[in-house]
Every structure is written in C-alpha cells, then in structure tokens.
C-alpha cells in the first residue's frame, strides 16, 4: 500500500499525533484468580492445585498430574475465552463490511433485515482437521 497520496513516501509513518487522545495503556495479563496474580504458592488452593503463575512455559516434565489436569483446564478456558472473543469481533467486522456495502451507489437493503444471511458462515474452502472447542460465554467476569 501507498501513502504517496498524502505527501509521503511509502513506509513513511508519522510519529506526531494529531489528536488530543490521552495515550494507549499496555495490555495486562488477566487472571482468574486473585492467588494466581500474586504468584501463589504452589500448592493445593480450594479450587484443586494451583500451578506457579508466571507467563511462560511450564516444565511438563515436572508437573503432577492434578497440575497437569490444572493446567489443561485452565488453557482450555483461555481458548474457548478467546475463541468467543474472536467470533464476536469476526460478527462485528462482517455486519461492517454489510454496511459498507449498503452504502455503495448498489447497496442493498437493510442491514438488520439482512443479519442472518450476513453472521451465517459459509461452508470452509479446504478440508482441516479442527477441533471440538466448547461454545459458550467466557469464565471470565469481563465478558459476563
């Protein structure tokens, strides 16, 4: 893509901003629990065994199988958690792409008439060996 037409060579970026925005904050880790946040102990939490927080990997090898099993639970949430996230925001670009669309000198009807056809998804191109991911609101109190 060309920025040529705003007076700038292609790959030049601004670096001044023109808004009054106040700036971004980072994104933060989010948890489900506040002993995990804290770095926890190790051990048995009333919830079942609590792993060592930290964001990077775990020593499989090292691990019990009540960790394990903690573990694999507490991911599978992360990936259904993000999964949700992700079709949602996959509804809101396609209801904006509808509405673009409707604008176009050939625009179509309504967009509200046309949600069905616009959040159904169409069958996938290629054949790929996908995953069973549990469909469902997010454990997080964010989306709740």
């Given at each position: 893509?060309?920025?040529?037409?705003?007076?700038?060579?292609?790959?030049?970026?601004?670096?001044?901003?023109?808004?009054?925005?106040?700036?971004?904050?980072?994104?933060?880790?989010?948890?489900?629990?506040p002993?995990?946040?804290?770095?926890?102990?190790?051990?048995?939490?009333?919830?079942?065994?609590?792993?060592?927080?930290?964001?990077?990997e775990?020593?499989?090898?090292?691990?019990?199988?009540?960790?394990?099993?903690?573990?694999?639970?507490?991911?599978?949430?992360?990936?259904?958690?993000?999964?949700?996230?992700?079709?949602?925001?996959?509804?809101?670009?396609?209801?904006?792409?509808?509405?673009?669309?409707?604008?176009?000198?050939?625009?179509?009807?309504?967009v509200?008439?046309?949600?069905?056809?616009?959040?159904?998804?169409?069958?996938?191109?290629?054949?790929?060996?996908?995953?069973?991911?549990?469909?469902?609101?997010?454990?997080?109190?964010e989306?709740?």
């Amino acid at each position: 893509m060309s920025t040529s037409s705003i007076g700038q060579p292609p790959g030049a970026v601004s670096l001044i901003r023109t808004g009054e925005r106040p700036p971004m904050r980072p994104p933060t880790q989010r948890t489900d629990s506040p002993d995990s946040a804290t770095g926890g102990d190790g051990g048995e939490g009333p919830g079942g065994p609590q792993l060592p927080a930290g964001p990077g990997e775990h020593d499989l090898a090292v691990l019990s199988l009540p960790e394990l099993r903690t573990l694999r639970r507490d991911t599978q949430r992360e990936e259904a958690d993000l999964s949700y996230v992700r079709r949602l925001l996959q509804g809101r670009i396609d209801i904006l792409r509808a509405e673009l669309a409707r604008r176009s000198p050939a625009g179509a009807g309504s967009v509200v008439d046309r949600l069905p056809e616009i959040l159904t998804d169409a069958p996938a191109r290629h054949r790929s060996s996908a995953r069973h991911v549990t469909l469902g609101t997010p454990y997080n109190e964010e989306y709740g």
